[in-house]
């Protein structure tokens, strides 16, 4: 007789970098073995690979693409599926802000899961203007440009970057939406350093995971704050 299937519960959350609002399960025991395994391999890249395949297992909607995702949104998505799978809650031990404190206290904090969002620049866009009339809309680089983005950086490997991340030109008439990458490589070559700087400020400005903790420490009564972000601070 086939085994009953057991319920799981369901949870919404939105993509920051699309705004998709999808549907998503908690991680299964299959799936935390995975995880586990990546995490003892202490590589990289493969323990992100890991949690890209996790989220594409555990998202339910149907016009989700895994591969699309920038590097933060998966930072964020799996912040959102270990809260709803392991515990809501993060447990930090916080030095003082300032290293030359004479306090050595370390204090306590727990934060909620729930609290941490993708923090996005005041005036972030991706559609950057070049001219009156050329646009270009730009996305954020996803695990696949890991290799791109890691280490000292030459010309030839920014220009690979930036093409890879071009969504499509525009003007007033057209979308331009299909090209070759030699073509985007001499469309960015061809701009002045202007326009360039524009699109560079699109890379330094990537949104990031941040949380700003504010506590009393109860050894000196100083009161102190620090901003968590990325993935991996909230985790040592
Ligand atoms: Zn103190």
């Known amino acids: 007789m086939a085994l009953p299937l057991l319920n799981t519960p369901e949870f919404e959350t939105i993509v920051p970098s699309s705004k998709q609002r999808i549907k998503f399960r908690p991680f299964l025991v299959k799936e935390e ?15 992100t690979n890991a949690v890209q395949n ?14 699309k995702l920038a590097m933060y949104d998966i930072e964020y998505l ?4 270990r809260g709803k799978s392991v515990g809501e809650q993060i447990d930090l031990r916080l030095r003082h802000s300032d290293p030359e404190s004479e306090c050595k206290h370390r204090t306590d904090i727990s934060i909620d899961i729930d609290e941490i969002e993708i923090k996005f620049p005041e005036d972030y866009t991706d559609k950057i203007q070049l001219t009156d009339n050329v646009g270009i809309q730009m996305k954020h680089p996803g695990i696949q ?4 983005t890691e280490g000292e950086l030459d010309f030839d490997s920014v220009l690979e970057l930036i093409s ?3 969504v499509c030109i525009y003007d007033h008439d057209n979308v331009y939406d299909s090209f070759t990458s030699d073509e985007i490589k001499q469309f960015i070559e061809g701009l002045n350093q202007q326009q360039f700087g524009k699109i560079q400020k699109f890379f330094t ?3 990031k995971l941040s949380h700003k903790i ?5 050894k000196c009564g100083e009161e102190d704050s620090v901003v968590v972000e990325g993935l991996n601070s909230f985790f040592t």
Do not use: Y
């Open 54 to 67: 996790i989220i594409g297992a555990c998202v339910l909607s149907d016009n989700f693409d895994p591969s």
């Open 205 to 207: 400005d990537i949104p």
């Open 78 to 81: 799996f912040l959102k599926l």
């Open 145 to 148: 440009h890991s290799a791109l």
């Open 164 to 166: 890879e991340c071009v």
């Open 214 to 218: 504010a506590w009393k420490c109860p």
């Open 33 to 47: 073995k995975v995880l586990f395994m990546a995490l003892q391999g202490g590589d990289t890249r493969e323990m």
